[in-house]
């Protein structure tokens, strides 16, 4: 469907290295990884992955830009990408038919590789604007990011559920960031792993406030969207702006779709897995790029070469996840 075999001269070539091991047969030539849009952690973290697997597994692999999560999983689904990067609410409702992009269609063919971060839903407006929580969002204009990613699935039902009237618009992140700048949007509604790179241009370029919930909207939100946990952005995490942040998150995971060779779902899930100090480069969220966070997945069936790789550190997988 969509592997692509080594072509014969390439695999002498590597044979004759002594690089090639048995159990790459069947391996792709290369591999596209589903990440988002430019400006959020989905880009940043999916192409520091896709060129750590080119280096170390010589497997050609590149980050694509797409709408974020909700695409993604059926991308994967399809076989159009062999890896995507997904929060587990928007997989969650494809996996049982209710994606918004693919109606009716239960993603079974999708499998988790590894655990990666908690994305956690964040708000940056300009100081000048008097904008300091969602309720002020009323009346305003608000972009939540592109079309199909998880901030634009979820802000507008968390806006919504807060009984707060907003025109929403949809955008990318370097997109939004811009819009909020130059005027054209109030307030910029994102969710993706902290420090969002956006959110931090905008913190060092302009005098901005961020915040999450305040007490009374978190619990309503923690009531109305039961996947979603009690989350807090440290004071710090961006310039100037010295207090916690409490909000809400979700967590995200690498998937694969089930056609990946076992060997190499194994070797991938290696890879991010136990090089912690390497992925932490590519981008901080992935201090929680952690084995011990494999049961942050409780409904979707693991890649059967990540599961070898899990009982290998005697960690043991339910069957309903195998």
Known sequence: MFIKTLTAAAFAAVVATGAVAQDKTGWPSEITIGTASQGGTYFVYGNGLAGYISEALGVN?????TGGPVQNVT???TGDHLMGLVTMGPAFD???GKSELAPGLEHKDIRALFPMYQTPFQVVALKSSGITSVSDLAGKRVSVGPAGGTPGTYWPQFISALGVEATISNSGAADAAGQLSDGLIDAFAFAAGVPISA?????AQQDVVMFGFTPEEQAKVLEAFPAMAPFVI?????????????TVALWNFAIAHKDMPDSLAYEITKLALENNERMLQIHATAAETLASNWDKNTFMTFHPGAVKYYEEKGITIPDNLK
Not at 61 to 65: D, R
């Open 199 to 203: 959110f931090a241009e905008l913190a």
């Open 61 to 65: 692999a590149t980050g694509e830009v």
């Open 94 to 96: 494809a996996w049982n």
């Open 234 to 246: 440290p004071s710090g995490t961006y310039a100037g702006h010295d207090y916690d942040q409490n």
């Open 75 to 77: 991308l994967v689904q």
